[in-house]
């Protein structure tokens, strides 16, 4: 039982350690939690972790290494992603200085289609599934007191129960990261526009390097 508890959380540090780090994914979570509220922000985290979803279901089946064998394809991939960052650096500037609340937006699913497009274009997600999620996906047993105590602590990988910890990693992030800044913003009034210029500017920096990155590949 105890094994299950552990090869759980690992799962979870896991999808943290996808969901979790700075990017374009949490800029747009931020920019739509802190202008529409935390409904909107858990939306966008939905679509990345849509997202996710779809890239562990292709990872399953093989697909996603594709990519890695295939330049011209991520030169591509990473091109439209550069673009549609770009488009969305655009929009979180412009939408900076709207008032915070959460019913300023009568489209529910703009953050989601948003956060999924960025993420379902995003190479980088693919690298992680090609490292980490390899690791996810392969099944196999790690002792993580091996030679400490008699008996260790053991991860089994490859396992429901690390995936289901995998992307309740990702939930956890997705709810209680756009909690902390609706709760920020509700405290200071220029909070919610700060973030959106941070994500515009996230974004679009974002977006150069990957528009960099596309041209370097397919030439």
């Keep these: 039982m105890l094994d299950v508890v552990v090869s759980a959380v690992a799962g979870a540090a896991l999808g943290l350690s996808l969901a979790a780090p700075p990017g374009p994914m949490n800029a747009v979570i931020a920019e739509e939690s802190v202008l529409r509220g935390w409904n909107s922000g858990f939306r966008a985290g939905l679509g990345a972790m849509t997202a996710d979803a779809c890239f562990f279901v292709l990872a399953l089946a093989g697909v996603v290494a594709v990519v890695r064998e295939a330049p011209v394809v991520r030169g591509v991939m990473v091109g439209v992603g550069g673009l549609l960052m770009l488009y969305f650096a ?102 919610a526009p700060a973030v959106a210029y941070l994500s515009a500017v996230v974004l679009a920096l974002a977006g150069l390097s990957f528009l960099f990155d596309a041209a370097t590949t397919l030439a």
């Excluded at 989601?112 to 992680?128: E, G, H, M, S, V």
Aim: glycine letters at 12%; aromatic letters at 12%; zero cysteines.
């Design 90 to 191: 655009y929009g979180a500037a412009r939408d900076a200085n709207r008032t915070f609340t959460a019913e300023s937006d009568a489209d529910d699913t703009r953050g989601f289609r948003k956060a999924f497009a960025l993420a379902i274009t995003n190479p980088y997600q693919i690298i992680w599934w090609l490292t980490a999620g390899v690791g996810l996906l392969n099944e196999r047993s790690y002792d993580l007191l091996s030679g400490v105590v008699g008996d260790a602590l053991t991860v089994t990988t490859g396992s429901p129960v690390i995936v289901v910890g995998f992307f309740g990693g990702i939930a956890l992030w997705i709810a209680g990261f756009p909690a902390a800044l609706v709760a920020a913003g509700r405290r200071v009034d220029s909070f």
